[in-house]
């Protein structure tokens, strides 16, 4: 049963407009999370992170948010440009890393 | 700072063999992590070394393992390869170890098992 599920297996947003990345995960008793954006043939590279301790992240264009009640996790990027065009995988800790199985995300023109 | 290297970048192998592929840290990093990305399972944890000892373990089978080097380099061994091993490989360095700081990834190494 996956622990982290990211329920969009792909998100088109325009240029400019804000992009909305969801993550839901199944433990309370994760404590650190984390977004990574992967392009093809790269690994993926790490975005941002918030721990449990936090509701809110920002940096730059890119924000995380969480919702512990709903066990939720978000990634906000505004305003998207065609350059944030990847897979974005979120990420939870408890010792180890589980990894969501991604969101296309493409940003248009 | 030259970035997370592996090798190799492609690899072909037959059921039954087995494979070490390599990966070299970013200078300075003294933990590596493992992964194996697939389609059907996404980005999996393998194991995590630092200073040569492994700190963390994900839920693979015996036939996984690896082993960390002085220098910090590190390989992982996959023996009597099955056909779902086919997969890209990745690992990734952090500065002062565990997986909560910033990663870097390398390529990866593209495993394919016939």
């Known amino acids: 049963d996956q622990q982290v599920k990211q329920n969009s297996p792909s998100l088109s947003v325009q240029e400019g407009r804000i992009s909305i990345l969801n993550c839901d995960y199944t433990?309370?008793?994760?404590?650190?999370f984390l977004w990574y954006k992967k392009y093809p043939a790269e690994g993926p590279t790490f975005l941002i992170s918030?721990?449990?301790?936090?509701d809110k992240n920002e940096d730059g264009r890119f924000t995380v948010f969480l919702n512990k009640s709903a066990k939720h996790l978000s990634l906000h990027i505004v305003p998207s440009q065609p350059g944030d065009s990847a897979v974005y995988f979120c990420?939870?800790?408890?010792?180890?890393?589980?990894f969501g199985k991604g969101t296309k995300l493409s940003v248009k023109p | 700072k030259a970035g997370v290297t592996q090798t190799p970048r492609y690899l072909i192998k037959t059921r039954g063999q087995q494979v070490t592929l390599s990966c070299s840290p970013i200078s300075g990093h003294r933990s590596v992590s493992w992964y194996q990305q697939t389609p059907g399972q996404g980005l999996q944890f393998l194991f995590e070394?630092?200073?040569?000892?492994?700190?963390n373990k994900g839920n693979f089978p015996g036939r996984f393992s690896g082993r960390q080097f002085s220098n910090s380099r590190s390989e992982m061994n996959v023996s009597t390869l099955e056909l779902g091993d086919s997969a890209l490989y990745l690992c990734?360095?952090?500065?002062?170890?565990?997986?909560?700081?910033?990663?870097?990834f390398g390529p990866g190494t593209r495993l394919t098992v016939l």
């Open positions: 070394y630092f200073s040569e000892t492994q700190r």
């Open positions: 433990n309370s008793m994760f404590d650190y």
């Open positions: 918030i721990s449990s301790i936090k």
């Open positions: 990734a360095s952090t500065p002062s170890g565990g997986l909560f700081g910033t990663q870097y």
């Open positions: 990420a939870v800790s408890q010792g180890n890393l589980i």
